[in-house]
């Protein structure tokens, strides 16, 4: 799933997170450090999101969020449940693009097969 994500021009790395800020997978072009804390980050970002839920009005789980830098995006998507797939892109992407092959990938692999187990 990741490698085909990374293969889209302007993509970065690709992670799959947990939603406590693990790391379950990640492409080349990051390393084990980076992707740790990119992970610690995302998972702020899906709590934040969580947490603006009421206050916005908003009913259901968290879907995706999407930062821009400029020189950059960081997507974090939603995989299943307790995990996210978080990409990071060059600027100059399509960001629908973007949020459309992770929700293809995502529907591709099974949300049942990305879910992170609960841990006691």
Same mark, same amino acid.
């Given at each position: 799933?990741?490698?085909?994500?990374?293969?889209?021009?302007?993509?970065?790395?690709?992670?799959?997170?947990?939603? /406590? @800020?693990?790391?379950?997978?990640?492409?080349? %072009?990051?390393?084990?450090?980076? +992707?740790?804390?990119? $992970? *610690?980050?995302?998972?702020?970002?899906?709590?934040?999101?969580?947490?603006?839920?009421?206050?916005?009005?908003?009913?259901?789980?968290?879907?995706?969020?999407?930062?821009?830098?400029? /020189? @950059?995006?960081?997507?974090?998507?939603?995989? %299943?449940?307790?995990?996210?797939? +978080?990409?990071?892109? $060059? *600027?100059?992407?399509?960001?629908?693009?973007?949020?459309?092959?992770?929700?293809?990938?995502?529907?591709?692999?099974?949300?049942?097969?990305?879910?992170?187990?609960?841990?006691?």
């Amino acid at each position: 799933m990741l490698a085909q994500l990374r293969e889209i021009p302007g993509v970065r790395f690709c992670l799959v997170i947990t939603s /406590d @800020g693990l790391v379950e997978t990640h492409t080349d %072009g990051i390393d084990k450090d980076r +992707a740790d804390s990119i $992970a *610690a980050v995302c998972s702020a970002l899906v709590a934040s999101a969580a947490a603006a839920e009421d206050f916005a009005g908003f009913a259901g789980p968290f879907q995706q969020n999407f930062s821009q830098w400029a /020189d @950059g995006f960081l997507f974090v998507r939603r995989a %299943g449940d307790r995990t996210c797939l +978080a990409v990071a892109t $060059a *600027a100059d992407i399509n960001p629908g693009l973007i949020a459309h092959a992770m929700a293809e990938r995502i529907k591709q692999v099974g949300e049942s097969t990305l879910s992170t187990p609960a841990r006691a």
